[in-house]
């Protein structure tokens, strides 16, 4: 029997369907949703009239046909942006607070077709899909936390000779025209993170939805539309990354970037931007510390959920965890049958943990992966088999220190177990790497979790637990350049989204 035949399944394909508010999204071709983009308050097509297919990982399922846009739907997007600016920035701060709060109503009331939406269009499990939407609403609701951001600064002049009798006025302001991309692992929340502060601080948007799953932020687009803030404040287009992230980056009504993504991608979109600000938050190959005082229970359950949710499609999964000799072996055992608790299948049907990767050619990457880790050593304890899009979860052990699985991001449901000496061995292979996002130490003292913590090249430290970014109450963001630069958070995002100007007045 094959591993799509083990599995739990439902007997029916995946489909989008759009609520009545949510309709202008999508027009319908044969019961196929065809997906607009939204420029200047309008719903449309691509200039070159070009589609291109959204297909469900779950089975591979038609769910959409989403337009490809080209050069002149970006100008277009762009340019209707510029003029939206005096619109947006008219806008009193109070009177956007209240479009996002009423955006966060709008949202709850829709809630099911947003999770059902996301679970078709990227293959995650009920459970992931509702978090995700209830912490977008989250985020709608808690941008007035961000907002005390915007505060200026007053500097008396006669502290210092030749500005006796001056003062001075430090302001923020929006910066303009903010360029949002996103990635696929979290469709809706991560791009809304991004367009949420950039609006409430008096910013037009330019975004672009993921290729691989489109349907949920042109959703989000649809929902500020009915909220309130004015025709091209933001707009979403959708097509190539590799064409239209370059022109964002380099256009010169593009006044700020913020990407989230890979490295390479992060690396290329900097070069086309130029010195503009950026926001990017890139790869991540997050390390856990198991020392040998930790509560072996509450690492093992923590290190696996770490590896396996959101079938591991996440920058603050666990990439490898560092355990010591102490208690190694135990942890090995423990592992594996916590892991064994984790179910794969049709992320649809009852019970399953784990659903598929966003496509083929992500599950064989990973297999791929897998197999390079065994080829240099590794232990195969669990699962290691795939099947389509499904991956099955995996346990490694004794991997090594040279194997691409513990240098490099995994983004696959793997749980890659390597053998440390002691918990200086442990700080120095965590910080071998050429990223810096997360990490997490797991350790009963507190002074051994605050040394570990200090000597961490990381952006964030999560002690007895497992990474998690959540709405973004705590900051996150990359030490080291392949895990990019800036803050996201509530109160940092709207930082990077704001520009400092100086105002000097006459005594």
């Given at each position: 029997?094959?591993?799509?035949?083990?599995?739990?399944?439902?007997?029916?394909?995946?489909?989008?369907?759009?609520?009545?508010?949510?309709?202008?999204?999508?027009?319908?071709?044969?019961?196929?949703?065809?997906?607009?983009?939204?420029?200047?308050?309008?719903?449309?097509?691509?200039?070159?009239?070009?589609?291109?297919?959204?297909?469900?990982?779950?089975?591979?399922?038609?769910?959409?046909?989403?337009?490809?846009?080209?050069?002149?739907?970006?100008?277009?997007?762009?340019?209707?942006?510029?003029?939206?600016?005096?619109?947006?920035?008219?806008?009193?701060?109070?009177?956007?607070?209240?479009?996002?709060?009423?955006?966060?109503?709008?949202?709850?009331?829709?809630?099911?077709?947003?999770?059902?939406?996301?679970?078709?269009d990227l293959g995650k499990t009920m459970a992931s899909a509702e978090s995700e939407v209830t912490t977008t609403i989250q985020r709608l609701e808690l941008v007035r936390e961000e907002v005390r951001r915007i505060f200026g600064e007053y500097l008396p002049g006669d502290w210092v000779a030749g500005t006796e009798g001056k003062r001075g006025v430090v302001i923020r302001e929006p910066v303009g025209t903010v360029a949002a991309i996103g990635p696929f692992n979290y469709p809706l929340f991560t791009p809304a993170a991004k367009i949420i502060p950039a609006l409430a601080a008096g910013n037009a948007v330019v975004a672009k939805a993921p290729s691989d799953d489109p349907v949920a932020l042109l959703m989000f687009a649809r929902v500020l539309e009915q909220a309130g803030f004015p025709p091209g404040a933001l707009n979403v287009v959708t097509g190539p990354g590799s064409?239209?992230?370059?022109?964002?980056?380099?256009?010169?009504?593009?006044?700020?970037?913020?990407?989230?993504?890979?490295?390479?991608?992060?690396?290329?979109?900097?070069?086309?931007?130029?010195?503009?600000?950026?926001?990017?938050?890139?790869?991540?190959?997050?390390?856990?510390?198991?020392?040998?005082?930790?509560?072996?229970?509450?690492?093992?359950?923590?290190?696996?959920?770490?590896?396996?949710?959101?079938?591991?499609?996440?920058?603050?999964?666990?990439?490898?965890?560092?355990?010591?000799?102490?208690?190694?072996?135990?942890?090995?055992?423990?592992?594996?049958?916590?892991?064994?608790?984790?179910?794969?299948?049709?992320?649809?049907?009852?019970?399953?943990?784990?659903?598929?990767?966003?496509?083929?050619?992500?599950?064989?990457?990973?297999?791929?992966?897998?197999?390079?880790?065994?080829?240099?050593?590794?232990?195969?304890?669990?699962?290691?088999?795939?099947?389509?899009?499904?991956?099955?979860?995996?346990?490694?052990?004794?991997?090594?220190?040279?194997?691409?699985?513990?240098?490099?991001?995994?983004?696959?449901?793997?749980?890659?177990?390597?053998?440390?000496?002691?918990?200086?061995?442990?700080?120095?292979?965590?910080?071998?790497?050429?990223?810096?996002?997360?990490?997490?130490?797991?350790?009963?003292?507190?002074?051994?979790?605050?040394?570990?913590?200090?000597?961490?090249?990381?952006?964030?430290?999560?002690?007895?637990?497992?990474?998690?970014?959540?709405?973004?109450?705590?900051?996150?963001?990359?030490?080291?350049?392949?895990?990019?630069?800036?803050?996201?958070?509530?109160?940092?995002?709207?930082?990077?989204?704001?520009?400092?100007?100086?105002?000097?007045?006459?005594?």
């Amino acid at each position: 029997m094959s591993l799509l035949e083990e599995m739990p399944r439902v007997d029916q394909p995946p489909a989008v369907a759009l609520p009545e508010l949510l309709e202008p999204v999508a027009t319908y071709d044969d019961e196929v949703p065809e997906l607009r983009m939204f420029v200047d308050g309008e719903w449309r097509g691509a200039v070159s009239g070009e589609r291109f297919d959204v297909r469900s990982p779950i089975d591979g399922s038609l769910i959409a046909r989403a337009q490809l846009g080209g050069t002149e739907d970006v100008e277009a997007a762009i340019s209707a942006a510029r003029r939206a600016r005096g619109a947006i920035r008219a806008m009193s701060a109070a009177e956007r607070l209240a479009t996002c709060e009423r955006a966060a109503g709008i949202m709850r009331d829709h809630l099911d077709a947003f999770v059902q939406t996301i679970v078709v269009d990227l293959g995650k499990t009920m459970a992931s899909a509702e978090s995700e939407v209830t912490t977008t609403i989250q985020r709608l609701e808690l941008v007035r936390e961000e907002v005390r951001r915007i505060f200026g600064e007053y500097l008396p002049g006669d502290w210092v000779a030749g500005t006796e009798g001056k003062r001075g006025v430090v302001i923020r302001e929006p910066v303009g025209t903010v360029a949002a991309i996103g990635p696929f692992n979290y469709p809706l929340f991560t791009p809304a993170a991004k367009i949420i502060p950039a609006l409430a601080a008096g910013n037009a948007v330019v975004a672009k939805a993921p290729s691989d799953d489109p349907v949920a932020l042109l959703m989000f687009a649809r929902v500020l539309e009915q909220a309130g803030f004015p025709p091209g404040a933001l707009n979403v287009v959708t097509g190539p990354g590799s064409k239209i992230g370059d022109l964002l980056a380099s256009h010169p009504d593009i006044s700020m970037v913020s990407f989230t993504g890979s490295a390479t991608a992060g690396r290329k979109l900097a070069e086309a931007a130029g010195p503009k600000p950026l926001h990017l938050e890139l790869g991540g190959n997050a390390a856990g510390l198991v020392l040998a005082d930790a509560d072996l229970e509450q690492a093992v359950e923590k290190t696996v959920a770490a590896s396996f949710k959101n079938a591991g499609q996440r920058c603050s999964a666990l990439s490898r965890i560092l355990v010591v000799d102490a208690v190694y072996d135990r942890y090995v055992e423990a592992a594996v049958e916590e892991a064994r608790s984790w179910t794969l299948g049709d992320p649809r049907a009852d019970g399953v943990d784990v659903g598929p990767l966003v496509h083929e050619d992500a599950a064989e990457t990973v297999q791929g992966l897998v197999q390079d880790a065994r080829d240099r050593g590794a232990r195969l304890l669990l699962g290691g088999d795939r099947e389509g899009c499904y991956h099955q979860p995996t346990v490694l052990a004794d991997v090594s220190f040279a194997a691409e699985l513990s240098c490099e991001e995994t983004f696959g449901p793997v749980l890659t177990i390597v053998h440390v000496d002691d918990e200086q061995q442990a700080i120095e292979q965590a910080n071998a790497s050429r990223y810096g996002l997360d990490s997490a130490v797991f350790t009963r003292d507190l002074e051994t979790a605050w040394r570990v913590a200090s000597a961490l090249e990381v952006g964030m430290v999560a002690v007895n637990d497992a990474p998690s970014h959540g709405v973004g109450h705590f900051p996150f963001g990359g030490r080291k350049p392949d895990s990019g630069v800036g803050r996201e958070g509530l109160g940092y995002s709207i930082d990077e989204c704001t520009a400092l100007k100086t105002v000097v007045l006459p005594g």
